[in-house]
């Protein structure tokens, strides 16, 4: 295409923990891939902003 100009380039971004999953699976290859095939609830503890 003629003139085109390249995209401008994204700001660098940060990527930090925010937290923990807490879950009774404990191998990804026994997990089932849907909820509905009996996969157990689980939790996410999610740590205080700083």
Do not use: T
């Not at 923990?20 to 740590?47: C, F, M, N, T, Y």
Request: aromatic share 0%.
């Amino acid at each position: 295409m003629k003139g085109a100009q390249p995209a401008p380039k994204p700001p660098p971004m940060e990527v930090r923990p925010m937290g923990i999953v807490r879950s009774a699976l404990k191998r990804r290859d026994e997990a089932p891939r849907q909820g509905r095939e009996g996969a157990p609830l689980l939790g996410i503890k999610r740590d205080r902003e700083e």
